[in-house]
């Protein structure tokens, strides 16, 4: 059978059927974890405070995905890979297309030196934050996330 093209598969992920993505939350040794505020090039969310996520593809493992996503977005290396959960994650996009996406969340050990803004199209800022001293404004799907893995996140940040 003769594959759909990637630019195809793309629009129709989360739409014509689930989506996955793989999440993830890059802590340092002191505790802390970087979050990226989204530029007004984003697909959405614009000016919106986001830990890293991507979609996986056709062909690659999920670790695969999380190293390959942490390196895109922030130019580390992902030292150590641990797998907090699942979530489904119903959205509605601003034209009112309804989405479903199936993440799967990790968090994700990296030096803190090697941290940086690598995608700045996509990324106005990066910055260090703690659960106490949030961002704001935060994407519409962080309060649900950090509510959900709040207890296992302390043992990774503070």
Request: proline fraction near 4%; glycine fraction near 8%; charged fraction near 25%.
């Amino acid at each position: 059978m003769e594959k759909l093209p990637a630019e195809v598969i793309r629009a129709h992920k989360g739409v014509s059927f689930v989506g996955v993505s793989i999440g993830f939350i890059c802590y340092d040794a002191a505790g802390q974890f970087v979050m990226a505020k989204r530029s007004n090039k984003a697909r959405d969310e614009q000016g919106n405070w986001d830990v890293g996520a991507g979609g996986l593809k056709w062909g690659d493992s999920v670790e695969d995905t999380v190293r390959r996503e942490v390196l895109e977005e922030y130019g580390a290396e992902a030292l150590k890979l641990d797998f907090l959960g699942y979530r489904d994650i119903f959205r509605t996009q601003p034209d009112g297309t309804e989405t479903h996406w199936l993440s799967l969340t990790f968090a994700v050990l990296v030096d803190h030196d090697q941290v940086k803004n690598n995608e700045p199209d996509t990324f106005d800022d990066i910055g260090w934050f703690t659960l106490d001293s949030l961002p704001s404004p935060l994407h519409s799907q962080q309060l649900p996330f950090f509510e959900k893995y709040r207890k296992q996140l302390k043992q990774y940040i503070h």
